[in-house]
């Protein structure tokens, strides 16, 4: 018979069966905050995010094919934003990815995802520019940080050719508030009429409603991203306009409506995550409208499950290389 901790779920949740390669993740957490901060106070949780990532960063492993350059352009508002192009060695490509890094939209930076970027670039050959967005609420609030990512779009289109890259195959990406602010841009792209191959969007921070709550007892136990959590985050972005109707599709994508003509999705979450139902809802949005859509859910997984080596791990990177190879 296996152990609670190895597959079983605690009494009351028999619906979900946690990965047993993820077992020392759900026993740090508990289904409490990673950060050990109160909601609504971003200063504590974006000390404490970068400090973890941090850790992480100097754990990850190094990709010695891949080389960076680093460019200063302004953003729409004219403010100087830096962003990392990550190529391969040896590889003349054809495509590239517009990306941005994950924090709740307050923390973490390119070179604390450094090691992540380059693995995606290694495995695959197609280029990452990585952007530098404003966090919120100190640099930027509202539709600035997804903006940021539309501005690094733009300036890649109008310099493809300096990189021998074909404008039409370019695509957004983002892990957690870095999906969001992917399908943020996305939004805005269509409304200046930029060119995007697709939208890449990897476990995504979407809702600032933060209400969905279904399951909460079942899934709680295993939560490394909380509902405390992504309201500091949210709250940070918007101000007092979070959970009200006055917020943008651009700010939480969650809240469009017309999803026409948007480009084509790559959204993939786990089982055991408070995005799971709106990444569910956002695809299936997607889908109603024509847009072309490849979801997956990894069962009994959290939220940053690829962070963790894992069997599961390894089929979502196949899979995001095999998109990414495809653009």
């Known amino acids: 018979m296996q152990s609670q901790n190895e597959n079983n779920p605690p009494s009351g ?8 390669g993820y077992k020392d993740v759900f026993a740090r957490t508990g289904g409490t905050s990673a950060f050990g901060t109160a909601p609504g106070d971003w200063q504590a949780m974006r000390k404490a995010g970068n400090k973890a990532m941090e850790a992480l960063a ?13 460019f200063t352009t302004a ?48 495995g695959t050959g197609v280029p990452f520019l990585a952007v530098e967005y404003r966090k919120a609420p100190d640099e930027a609030r509202g539709t600035t940080l997804a903006g940021d990512l539309c501005s690094g779009l733009q300036w890649l289109i109008q310099n ?6 074909d404008a039409a195959r370019i695509a957004l990406m983002g892990h957690s508030a870095g ?16 060119k995007v191959a697709m939208q890449l969007l990897i476990y ?8 969905d709550t279904e399951n909460d007892a079942a899934v709680q136990p295993y939560l490394t991203f909380t509902h405390e959590d992504n309201y500091t985050g949210w709250s940070a972005l918007l101000g007092d306009r979070v959970g009200t109707a006055h917020v943008l599709p651009v700010e939480a994508p969650a809240r469009l409506t017309d999803f026409a003509g948007l480009a084509p999705a790559y959204i993939e979450t786990g089982e055991l995550d408070i995005f799971r139902n709106e990444s569910i809802a956002y ?15 990894h069962r009994g997984v959290p939220h940053g ?10 089929r979502a990177l196949a899979d995001r290389f095999r998109v990414i190879r495809s653009l």
């Open 283 to 297: 695809a299936l949005d997607l889908s109603k409208a024509g847009v072309p859509v490849e979801f997956h859910l």
């Open 204 to 211: 995504p921070m979407l809702d600032d409603r933060n209400t």
């Open 13 to 20: 949740s028999s619906a979900y069966r946690p990965d047993p």
């Open 179 to 194: 999906g969001g602010l992917a399908a943020g841009a996305a939004i805005l792209a269509r409304e200046k009429k930029l």
């Open 160 to 165: 493809a050719a300096k990189f021998g890259i």
């Open 58 to 70: 100097g754990q990850a492993p190094q990709y010695p094919d891949i080389r960076t350059e680093t």
């Open 305 to 314: 499950y690829d962070n963790v080596p894992s069997a599961i791990t390894e």
């Open 75 to 122: 953003a729409e508002d004219g403010t100087p934003l830096t962003r990392h192009y990550f190529y391969k060695d040896g590889i003349q490509p054809c495509s590239a990815i517009i990306y941005a890094h994950g924090g709740a939209m307050i923390m973490g930076s390119v070179s604390l995802f450094h090691s992540l970027i380059a693995q995606h670039v290694s």
